[in-house]
């Protein structure tokens, strides 16, 4: 039985042997791309070839591809665990031609490898091609369903057809589609149940774990275009996806993708931290195993390439994800405890051999999950027993659904996700109010609304079938020859007044961190003032504002030209993140990687990996490393180098972003190597001042730090030297002597407190004196209720010197001021169980306009009628002879 490994090598050799360019999986991250949370097919890294917004220097390519499919129309949450083949991380085994061969050799390839090398029974395959639609004008793929006999000799009768909706595959409501021919395998009878066990046709597209489809080859032919009709693609291309858990399950004869070897060591790791050994059947414990096993994949991919877990975005729905796990963990397997991340080693066991990201990001992904558990673990309990006690009101009623906007606080006070609620709902027979959730929800966001940083919206759709930008930044300054700051171009397209696409533009487009940049486009009669600059796949997109011009007339050439001094502060920004890189890992060691950056022209931002708070004195070796390469005033340069080698000589690649096989290497005398895109200054010394001036923390194992650089850093300093000189002269000290004359004034304070508490104490020792002389006895104990002369926060130390020195008393005192009471109750050991400050003190706030509680030897409250003050010290009176009686 081939192992998993050699069943995706096999996989890759194949296609390289037929002159495919075998290329590495993107990030699950998408670059460039605004409408994905996450790359969920194999085709989304050439998206931009498909819409013409793009090329490659090769016409095959073949990878394998980290997808994750956790929302929008793919989706496959819901199934996770309880069939055996769906899942939220998956890889996806894929081969593409652009433009290169099409129908014929993508039919003739893929039978030839699941049949001659994987060995597969031809018998049992089974494939689907288009059958036409009469609304779109489209006849029967008829060549893809010829070719398949006459290539590979299968029975026309396992040739099926099937509609739009199963065999037309299309990227989007326009832009580039075409029909597909998917391939089939029955398992067999032991695999699942089908309409007709005697005829495995009854069990195609029939979501059958028995009939399962395995590979998808898509034939992209026709443009969809705005007005819904389809036109032939000059150049056709071939997009194929293959399951690789599914194809896998397949060639080691498992009913189950769970039951490989993909999956093997995981379940074996979760027995050993748990106790609970799966069996492979539908009891909850069971489906637990399946499910955990499924998201720590998902988790450690994800965090491996940079995500980190939020509130919103791609990083809510990881955190959704793990508390999923947690909850399953919680009430199908018995785990109290954080146990999520003892799972990573299994994944890294797994997965490390072909995404090395995993391996090297272990400790951190454990942290991270570490981090989230505890967190989650703090409120899963409360948020369980509140979720059992609305079920329980809503049977008692006789209904069926909860409300939701009572199910929407399990959300918001407990972290509830929202499909976990309804997941929980679903295994009680129950539903949760999708309109009252919604509104209960649009009420939360509206209070808790803040600023978006993203500019105008426009309709991506827009974009399609314009040509790639050519990009000119890198002329400008290091990287270059000319200016490359201004330049003349030709309008291609004005989208909404706000948006505008030139065929060549000098403006940076927002990548990588580094912010975009601004500047203005102007021609004859014609104004735009560029705010932001962004890429949308080869497109170079300039948000803004139209100033002057007609935007259905532009004109034929234009001068686009970069605000300069935003770009040269932005660079001196840049080429410092570099720097600071280099010196974080020099003094906190190689574990210190970047996890995220910002590069705007007033300000850096850097997140680091690293366990706890960066010490001040680190700081400082941090700040004096950077600083000591800028006055070194080291030349950088920049060469284009093959992906590959440059890794293999240790240049610097981040994790989570994706690289062309070929990639500029920025190097900065030699001890910082990295691959890097964006703009940079020609030499260290043009930085000027570096200063960090915040640490903090951005989540676990992650810390932030944010620094200023050339003038900027210099305002800085002088502010605080200013700030210095006011603290001396306020101080009446020189500046080197103030850390000495803080400590004089703060031992003097510790003094003077000291003092005054134990005058306080005398004073209240005394006052304590005067009112047990004067308080009545009543059942063997002193009654002391008085109103007295003392700032409220001092009644509480009257009272402990009452109530511990003194024998058996108990009472009730009163301060008021500025219109405010403050009432404290008391009771010493010897009255336990006759009196009960914490109900005196109850009944006597409320007489008083207000409210409080306490224990039964002690109590406090306040309130705001003064005036029923005396009544109040009556009532107390009353109350204390009653319990005294």
Partial sequence: MKSAQEIRQTFLDYFAERGHRIVPSSPVVPQNDPTLLFINAGMNQFKDVFLGNGSRDYSRAADTQKCVRVSGKHNDLEEVGVDTYHHTFFEMLGNWSFGDYFKEDAIRWAWELLVDVYGLDPERIYVTVFGGDEKDGLEPDLEAERLWPSLTGIAPERVLRFGKKENFWEMGETGPCGPCTEIHYDRGPAAGEIADPTNPVTGVNADSPRVIEIWNLVFIQYDRRPDGSLVSLPAKHVDTGMGFERLTSVLQGKNSNY????????????????????????????????????????????????????????????????????????????????????????????????????????????????????????????????YADLAQGVRKRGQERIAGAEAFDLYATYGFPRDLVELMAREDGLAIESASWDEAEERHRQASRTEGSFGHKFDLKELEGLPATESLFYRAGHGGSGDGLASEARPIKLIERGHLVLDRSPFYAESGGQVGDRGTITGPGFRFEVEETRKVGGIVVHEGRLIEGDPAALPEFVTARVDVARREATMRNHTATHLLHWALREVLGDHATQQGSLVAPDRLRFDVTHPRAIGSDEIERIEALVNGRIVANTALGTTLENLDDARARGVTALFGEKYDDLVRVVDIGGYSTELCGGTHVSATGDIGPFLIVAESAVQAGVRRIEAVTGLGAVARIQEERRLLREAAVALKAKPQDLPTRIDQLQQQMRELKKSGGQKAAADAGGLARELLAAAPEQGGARMVVNAVDLPGKDLAALADVLRNNHGATCGLLAASEEGKVTVVAFASAELAGRVHAGKLVKEIAGMLGGGGGGRPDFAQAGGKEVERLSEALETARSRLREALA
């Fill in 259 to 386: 039951d490989t070897d993909l999956f093997a060591p995981i379940f074996a790791r979760i027995a050993e931290v748990t106790g609970v050994t799966h069996g492979g059947t539908m009891s909850p414990a069971d489906i637990a195993c399946r499910v955990l096993a499924d998201h720590i994949r998902t988790l450690c991919v994800a965090f491996a390439d940079g995500v980190l877990p939020g509130n919103e975005g791609r990083g809510y729905v990881l955190r959704r994800i793990l508390r999923r796990a947690a909850r399953f963990g919680r009430q199908a397997l018995a785990q109290t405890e954080p146990f999520i991340h003892r799972l990573v080693p299994a994944v890294v066991e797994v997965l490390g051999g072909t995404f090395p990201e995993i391996p090297a990001r272990a400790d951190h992904i454990a942290l991270l999950i570490e981090s989230e558990e505890k967190a989650f673990a703090k409120t899963l309990d409360r948020g369980l027993q509140l």
